[in-house]
């Protein structure tokens, strides 16, 4: 791994710093970017391939590769190896290791949580990820039909791509599960505005009001007067 600072016009989305002028005018900003040397990555990358088929119940050498897949920035492989350790989590029937291959506690909530956080980055990255998004989705559905953020995330993956039609079943088979999840009632409630079924998104924002915390009753709130409006 590398660092080299870079001046650029564009604030882009990550830290920065300013440079202002003279009449204290922002003029410019400085990056740090963090590079890694392809050689060793793929070194590395080949080592723990190996040490992945040796022992495929270690769970830390999997998200170590995912880690690294994300911070080289090859989200379809980083997609490839999330999806790879959810197949698998139901053929070792979730019996997960750790470092010195003492076992996960809670493994499949530890496995669940942890990819949720991994899809977290690629919710982050915009809707360019929403393939990748729905693949993860799809795969730990077909595992846990039960599992409700996944739901969530499909949904989410077709609103990404404004496919607001797609996106209504899984969320409302969700919303199914957990009738009081002002997340998914919100997302519920966005989709409608974007079918243009003002009766429906009424009855969800208020449904988000009944159950939701006090900035997603403001935010419902403040939906439903520009609605009226």
Known sequence: MSEIIRLDSDPGTGKNLQIADSA???VGYIHGETSYNPKYINLG?????KGIAKFPNRLDMRFGKIHMLGQVNNYDAFTDEIVK????STKNKNKWQWTM?????EPKDFLLDNIQTYINNLFDLGDGQAKNIRRIAEVT???YPDHVISLSNLGISYIFENNYSKALDPLLTAEKKTPKD???LGNIAYVYVNL???KKVIEYYEKVIQFGDDN????????????KE
């Not at 350790?85 to 698998?88: A, L, R, V």
């Open 182 to 184: 002002p997340i998914i």
């Open 45 to 49: 990358f080949d080592i723990i391939d």
């Open 216 to 227: 997603a009753k403001r935010f419902a709130e403040q939906q439903l007067k520009k609605l």
């Open 24 to 26: 204290n005018q922002v």
């Open 85 to 88: 350790s959810i197949d698998f």
């Open 141 to 143: 559905l077909k595992n």
């Open 196 to 198: 243009k079924d003002n």
């Open 101 to 105: 291959n003492e076992l996960v506690k």
